[in-house]
């Protein structure tokens, strides 16, 4: 294939119809077949609406995303593509340099700059809401997409998905994510914004159907049981980074590679450098079959992980709750530990959007028929369980039994009632969490040519809170901007 075959294919009319034949012209040389979904999505987005693509993960959102910024370049225009990690933001901007070319896709991140006036700009959410707050209308950004947008309900992260829907009127949107639930109130808000027709593309359509497992059995025989049955890559899931770190290394004393297996991957990693202080680790767990995937990792240990995991070569993958958003890792099961998790106040159950999202992962197009997700049962109940069995019949050492109680802090138990209601339920409907801080407030304030106190205002009257909260962020909006005054006498 040529290279940067979607630039060479941009019609010189400016025309969106040239641009759709061009574009379905591009698919079918690839092979592709469009779901009825990714159908219905870009003719939508090519006669000029927003939408919200609600589909499964690995039905093909990103195909429909590289179609708008197909028709943004086709039309004079600048698209963003923006999402929550950064290891995605890295992966789109090497997929659309492929397409595009170098000279048309730009790259920022916390970590990294490259080519930041390009016309496609790939970057985190905050990154964008930054533009949103300090230009506004006036940012030179015509078309947006935001993947994984159920952020929008992150307690911390959520701001910066509202306020580019609050500011941004000049743009058009595309919102996509597998675990959006009810989005009524976005198309009305979209549309509010600017002034397009707004239409929601729903599928539960997987691709690959995905099989749901309740396991009483201890977490080593699970995970080797599914070796036997060739069902790695396993992700097994945890939800800090130290717990990943700990469980990878219970895993060091079980052999899930052959040594035909070990000596393919030390012939992968000969001459890679584990330089840093934590690679001897990562170093060891490779070596072992093992990979660990998480945001406090260097990223070229990610980047390693994701290769040696493309290439088979990895048996189990330790991540974090953030594997589920994306990141290129192949995986043929989700192994969930615990269906508990602390969100920054309080240890709860899962919600069904978390649950649903991390076992999305399960099951890769082309490689498998299925992807399978598996739950432990607390740890507590399944040696509670063995000890039992051990005891059947013998009613002398049933009554000796002292049975293992659950951890007293930051735990809550679950059964398999609860496992069949994540499975089944429907994702939570998102919820805003606009807030107003020091560094919001003077991006604003320092908007070119604008009042930026009446600007301020305006983003609070028609931000997604109730009225009463309005009247809160008001107030403290107002707070802060005299602590900055005082701090100039």
């Known amino acids: ?146 993947d994984e947008f159920h952020y929008y309900s992150d307690r911390d992260r959520g701001v910066a998905w509202q306020v580019p829907l609050l500011t941004m009127s000049q743009s058009r949107f595309l919102l996509m994510s597998a675990t959006l639930g009810d989005s009524t109130f976005f198309e009305k808000a979209l549309s509010t914004l600017n002034g397009f027709e707004t239409v929601t593309v729903f599928s539960n359509d997987r691709p690959v159907p995905l099989e749901f497992q309740y396991s009483e059995m201890p977490v080593h025989e699970a995970v080797s049981r599914l070796i036997e049955q060739d069902r790695a890559p396993i992700y097994l899931v945890s939800f800090t980074q130290r717990e990943c770190a700990e469980v990878a290394q219970d895993f060091m004393s079980i052999d899930v590679c052959t040594k035909e297996e070990k000596g393919k991957i030390a012939d992968a990693i000969e001459g890679f450098k584990f330089s840093s202080p934590y690679g001897k680790e990562m170093k060891k767990f490779i070596r072992h079959g093992l990979g660990l995937h998480h945001a406090g990792l260097l990223p070229k240990y990610r980047i390693l992980i994701e290769r040696l995991a493309q290439q088979g070569l990895l048996k189990i993958i330790f991540g974090t709750d953030t594997l589920g958003v994306g990141v290129n890792v192949p995986i043929r099961t989700v192994l969930f530990t615990k269906l508990c998790k602390y969100d920054g106040e309080k240890t709860s159950i899962l919600s069904v959007r978390d649950f649903q999202q991390i076992s999305g992962r399960a099951g890769r197009k082309g490689f498998d028929n299925r992807g399978l997700v598996v739950v432990q049962a607390p740890e507590h109940i399944i040696e509670n369980l063995q000890m039992e069995q051990k005891a059947a019949g013998d009613a002398k050492k049933i009554r000796k039994l002292v049975k293992r109680k659950p951890p007293e802090k930051g735990f809550v138990i679950w059964n398999r009632e609860i496992f069949l209601r994540l499975v089944n339920g429907q994702p939570e409907p998102l919820v805003s969490r606009f807030k107003i801080t020091h560094a919001m407030l003077l991006q604003v304030l320092e908007r070119p040519n604008e009042d930026g106190c009446r600007a301020m205002r305006q983003i609070i009257r028609s931000s997604h809170e109730f009225p009463k909260a309005k009247r809160h962020l008001g107030k403290k909006a107002f707070q802060l901007f005299r602590s900055l005054v005082d701090r100039e006498k």
């Open 1 to 146: 294939m040529n290279a940067w075959p979607l630039y060479q294919r941009l019609p010189k009319s400016g025309s969106s119809s040239e641009a759709l034949d061009q574009f379905l012209d591009y698919v079918r040389e690839k092979n592709l077949d469009l779901y009825p979904a990714q159908e219905e999505a870009l003719l939508e987005l090519f006669s000029g609406k927003n939408v919200i693509l609600k589909t499964p993960t690995g039905s093909g959102k990103s195909l429909v995303a590289t179609g708008l910024h197909f028709l943004s370049l086709t039309q004079g225009h600048r698209s963003v593509y923006t999402c929550p990690i950064k290891a995605l933001v890295n992966e789109k901007f090497l997929t659309l340099c492929r397409d595009f070319g170098p000279d048309q896709v730009g790259m920022i991140t916390g970590d990294a700059t490259v080519n930041p006036e390009a016309r496609i700009l790939c970057c985190t959410a905050e990154i964008l809401a930054n533009d949103a707050l300090r230009f506004g209308k006036n940012a030179e950004i015509q078309d947006i997409v935001m």
